[in-house]
T-cell receptor
Framework: GQQVMQIPQYQHVQEGEDFTTYCNSSTTLSNIQWYKQRPGGHPVFLIQLVKSGEVKKQKRLTFQFGEAKKNSSLHITATQTTDVGTYFCAIRGDSNYQLIWGAGTKLIIKP | EAQVTQNPRYLITVTGKKLTVTCSQNMNHEYMSWYRQDPGLGLRQIYYSMNVEVTDKGDVPEGYKVSRKEKRNFPLILESPSPNQTSLYFC?????????????FGPGTRLTVT
């Protein structure tokens, strides 16, 4: 069935450094969604990408969808303590009504 | 306020004792879903519902039941809980993920089965 691999599992950064997480699929995706989960919280929708090569920005966050629609990335510039949490990608499963999630990348700010 | 509510938020129970986790949304969403979240495994879909009386299995349905008798409610039932069902559970709703709509999540229910 449909799968998505998300790397890395963890990323430790100093405040002010950049952060990137990647999601990869072996099949062409119709779309991909990104969510953020703060520690102790629930996932919150960030964005959806649909078009090949699409790039969307939300302040310091940049989301990209690969040209072949098989991969996507989320890049945070100059991380802040408010960015701490786990970032997930989600794709449509074999059924239109299923969602398959990446394992998440946990952003940790070093003290 | 648009929201998804779950109850209880925390539950400790013993093996074999039937339990129900309730989920309700006030956004008139057609689609609702249950997930479990375990460390390193991300979110795994248990069951989902496309509308009233229409449900289907997700990736990890064994040991769980659901029902959708009303649009707003989507309870998760564990008929005979076992320790491997200890997890963090999230309910979510959306207009329809098939069309790429965002999902709104409840606050989560942390279940421990001893």
């Amino acid at each position: 069935g449909q799968q998505v691999m998300q790397i890395p599992q963890y990323q430790h950064v100093q405040e002010g450094e950049d952060f990137t997480t990647y999601c990869n699929s072996s099949t062409t995706l119709s779309n991909i969604q990104w969510y953020k989960q703060r520690p102790g919280g629930h996932p919150v929708f960030l964005i959806q990408l649909v078009k090949s090569g699409e790039v969307k920005k939300q302040k310091r966050l940049t989301f990209q969808f690969g040209e072949a629609k098989k991969n996507s990335s989320l890049h945070i510039t100059a991380t802040q303590t408010t960015d701490v949490g786990t970032y997930f990608c989600a794709i449509r499963g074999d059924s239109n009504y299923q969602l398959i999630w990446g394992a998440g990348t946990k952003l940790i700010i070093k003290p | 306020e648009a929201q998804v509510t779950q109850n209880p938020r925390y539950l400790i129970t013993v093996t074999g004792k039937k339990l129900t986790v309730t989920c309700s949304q006030n956004m008139n969403h057609e689609y609702m879903s249950w997930y479990r979240q375990d460390p390193g495994l991300g979110l795994r879909q248990i069951y989902y519902s496309m509308n009233v009386e229409v449900t289907d299995k997700g990736d990890v349905p064994e040991g769980y039941k659901v029902s959708r008798k009303e649009k707003r409610n989507f309870p998760l039932i564990l008929e005979s809980p076992s320790p491997n069902q200890t997890s963090l559970y999230f309910c979510a709703s959306s207009l329809s993920p098939g069309l790429g709509y965002e999902q709104y999540f409840g606050p989560g229910t942390r279940l421990t089965v001893t």
